[in-house]
DNA sequence: GTTGTTGCAAACAGTTTGCACGAAA
DNA sequence: TTTCGTGCAAACTGTTTGCAACAAC
């Protein structure tokens, strides 16, 4: 993954560097989303600058590789993702975000279209709910 | 709709004040959504200070009365729903913002969430597109 | 009169910019 | 060695809070 991370940078003329190659890890390495400040956390131990950190989440969501979210708490988190199009299932209790695809979403877009008279060409789609960890520890 | 507002302000102890009906009103006249910040510019005439816009504004959405969108943007904009649930189509050329009701979703969301065994129990959707009038200026 | 509401100023959080230094190619 | 990237500090924007004056009930 680092690896094709390495060659998309390239293919752009920007470099891969050691910081970017880290912030992306710290993504990867978590299932639920991170907040830009709490990445800069994790990262100040290495080194890392919250304003590059700022910056290269930035490229991360121009190149599709990371996903920004609305977290339990309504603050902006940003996941990794593998790449396709995908959707954010945020659980409500501990945060964990699972990403799923939705095919029934072109079908829709077109419904709309076709309803408005709009030319569709976009969707920001997020869904909410609690994990079944959650609902195992307390049902209800 | 100023007679149910102030109704539901009264329902749950809140009083109904010049400055909820002027803010209310601004957003109403408003087809496409307005930022707090722009609504309070508009509002600053009436002596109403940012402050109780921003307030204002939180309550409305905790009420259902306004929704928050990403503007063209990608500013946090707000725009007046009659109520009931429906999602935000937003132009990307020219800002305007459409309100369409979409029943597929619940569909979706009983999919999702025999697929993930998440209990599913909210989304938030935005639509993007071109609207028919600036398609018509300049369709590309 | 009582209690919720407002406006001001100031604090605060999140994010971006200017610039000199440092590192990848 | 050239160009891009980084880190620091500081600026900036959007939003919230403390508090005294005020208005709705």
Redesign the pocket.
Same mark, same amino acid.
């Given at each position: 993954m680092a690896q094709e991370l390495?060659r998309v +940078? /390239?293919s752009i003329?920007?470099? +891969? =560097?050691?910081?970017?190659q880290r912030?992306w890890e710290v993504f990867k390495e978590k299932s639920s989303g991170l907040? @830009?400040?709490q990445a800069?956390d994790l990262?100040?131990a290495?080194?890392?600058?919250?304003? =590059?950190?700022?910056? @290269? @989440?930035? &490229?991360f969501v121009e190149l599709g590789f990371l996903k920004w979210v609305h977290g339990a708490d309504g &603050? /902006?988190q940003y996941v990794a993702c593998a790449g396709g199009h995908c959707h954010p299932l945020v659980c409500r209790d501990c945060g964990r975000v699972q990403l799923v695809d939705c095919q029934g979403l072109n079908t829709l877009q077109k419904l709309v279209s076709v309803e408005t008279g709009f030319r569709v060409d976009g969707h920001h789609l997020e869904i909410f709910g609690v994990c079944p960890e959650c609902l195992r520890r307390s049902p209800g």
């Open positions: 390495r +940078f /390239h003329g920007k470099r +891969f =560097t050691n910081q970017r912030i907040t @830009v400040a800069a990262l100040r290495d080194g890392i600058g919250h304003t =590059t950190v700022y910056r @290269v @989440v930035k &490229e &603050e /902006h």
